[in-house]
């Protein structure tokens, strides 16, 4: 069922965030210089291989200007010559390349977009160079022409390599389109009027169930598709959350004990520059950073390029090299896998008859995210599979209240509840969005099956089950696959996937009774 649901998005920055965004310069970010094989990165198919579950569904919290999208693309298209043309640097005229450009300064308050920006040229075993766009759209306010900057720029340099000339490319912007299917489903679980909703339900003492506005809400039969709770799982979703508040008193002093301290941005960037470097895909990852954003993070695809977006409110010393593995080291290897692959679009899949990729995608990746951790409780899996089951029974109010048992913190409350609530217009009503309860489904189905399941395959063969391995792996394309580096000692693998095993008391008769 949840296969079905193939949401592609572009990111919509709120305005207030513009001037906090980080935005690596393509020059800077997007240059791979490695022996590995990444040999066709079309944009429609990069769309459908790195907008995962977790970000398909990530509700960015957006200004009400987004209803004036359409509008504007007519107002922005007079800007497009001039936004095309480099602004000239202080600097510029002592450089010995007189094509290097500067990108416009973000300009607060204002949206702002980068278009016809130099290409870079990708160098790997490939014969044929493959191009990366830095095309950058934004929707919002109308578009405004930054001044020259009279200051030298800032820029995160994420890579060393030479920076290669700069060409003009086209713009990816006809890969992310949206089908009618594709547009109803993402903007049923986006609400426009989030903040608002959010103030007035905090100022009720939380006894106001919100009402949620969309641009374009779903039909009743397609929300009615996608709001089936189920129960499989309710009794170890529960367990695991009792385990974690017996041995830390509540969520808050886990969150603190276990995650640490919340890092800065320069600390974030410095974070991920190393864990890039040991996955040797330095460069390869446009990354951003935003407060915005339900989840902790979500990889997805903007004009082409693979995007990182990571929530710098919970991003903690502890955790966050936890979800560059689930993002980068799951959902980014298992995209570029799947590209080499005979699979690799919907017809592909179609004509091989693959199960769906969930719950195996975000199974594994959440694995991943508590992997290497002292007390790998699965906390979070299990808190959103109990909340979308409960929602599914009760009111945006009596939700709140009753994860309050679980998790003190009103603010992380109405995350979770929103989360679970997404696509309902009138939340009094009993009603959910089921897509959460895929995490835990998929953890305990592949702890189920961990000592017959080959991870390396699992990886190399992309965005697969891990019921069809087997069956495919003598179909697939395997030479230059990308595998993470915690994969390669596969003893210490198996220990730590025991470990979890062992942390939240999962056994494996328990397993198979289930399952």
Not at 57 to 72: D, F, G, P, T
Not at 313 to 341: D, K, P, V
């Amino acid at each position: 069922m949840l296969e079905s649901i193939r949401v592609t998005e572009k990111l919509h920055w709120p305005e207030q965030e513009l001037a906090k965004k980080s935005i690596l310069n393509a020059e800077d970010s997007l240059i791979i210089d490695s022996k590995r094989n990444i040999s066709h990165l079309p944009p429609g198919i990069l769309k459908d291989i790195f907008t995962t579950g977790t970000s398909s569904y990530n509700v960015l919290l957006q200004s009400k200007e987004e209803k004036k999208h359409h509008s504007q693309k007519e107002s922005s298209s007079t800007y497009s010559k001039r936004c095309r043309k480099p602004s000239k640097s202080p600097s510029s005229s002592h450089s010995k390349d007189p094509r290097r450009t500067k990108t416009p300064v973000p300009v607060p308050g204002t949206w702002y977009c980068l278009e016809r920006q130099p290409a870079v040229f990708v160098t790997s075993s490939v014969s044929s160079p493959v191009k990366f766009t830095h095309d950058i759209s934004v929707t919002g306010n109308s578009i405004v022409l930054p001044p020259k900057s009279k200051s030298k720029v800032k820029r995160r340099h994420f890579s060393t390599f030479p920076k290669p000339k700069p060409q003009l490319s086209r713009s990816f912007e006809k890969g992310d389109d949206f089908s009618g299917k594709k547009f109803c489903i993402l903007t049923a679980i986006k609400p426009t009027n989030l903040e608002k909703e959010k103030l007035r339900f905090f100022k009720s003492d939380y006894t106001y169930n919100p009402q949620f506005e969309y641009a374009n809400p779903a039909l009743p039969s397609v929300l009615a598709k996608h709001s089936n709770a189920s129960d499989r799982f309710l009794k170890q979703s529960i367990n695991i959350m009792e385990l974690t508040l017996q041995k830390y008193g509540s969520y808050e002093k886990f969150e603190q004990a276990t995650g640490g301290s919340l890092l800065s941005k320069p600390r974030i960037w410095s974070h991920v520059r190393k864990y890039m470097l040991k996955e040797g895909c330095l460069g390869e990852i446009v990354v951003h950073l935003t407060e915005d954003l339900l989840s902790r993070a979500s990889m997805t695809v903007v004009n082409g390029c693979p995007t990182l977006t990571i929530n710098v409110s919970t991003a903690r010393e502890h955790w966050l090299e936890g979800m560059l593995r689930h993002e980068i080291g799951t959902h980014y290897f298992r995209g570029i896998n799947n590209l080499q692959q005979p699979w690799n679009s919907w017809n592909g899949r179609k004509k091989h008859e693959l199960k769906p990729n969930n719950p195996t995608e975000e199974g594994l990746a959440s694995i991943h995210s508590v992997l290497f951790r002292k007390d790998p409780f699965l906390w979070r899996a299990a808190l959103l599979y109990y909340t979308v089951y409960r929602a599914s029974q009760m009111s945006f109010c009596e939700l709140f209240k009753d994860i309050g048992k679980f998790v003190k913190d009103p603010n992380t409350r109405w995350d979770y509840c929103v989360r679970a609530k997404r696509g309902w217009t009138d939340t009094s009503q009993p009603g959910c969005f089921s897509k959460d309860q895929v995490y835990l489904d998929g953890i305990l189905q592949i702890l189920r099956y961990r000592d017959t399941i080959d991870f390396h395959l699992l990886t190399a063969l992309g965005k697969v089950s891990y019921e069809d391995v087997d069956r495919l792996k003598g179909l697939a394309v395997i030479e230059n696959m990308r595998v993470p580096h915690f994969l390669q000692d596969h003893s210490r693998y198996m220990e730590h996937l025991e470990k979890i095993m062992e942390v939240n008391e999962l056994t494996d008769r328990e397993l198979k009774d289930l399952i």
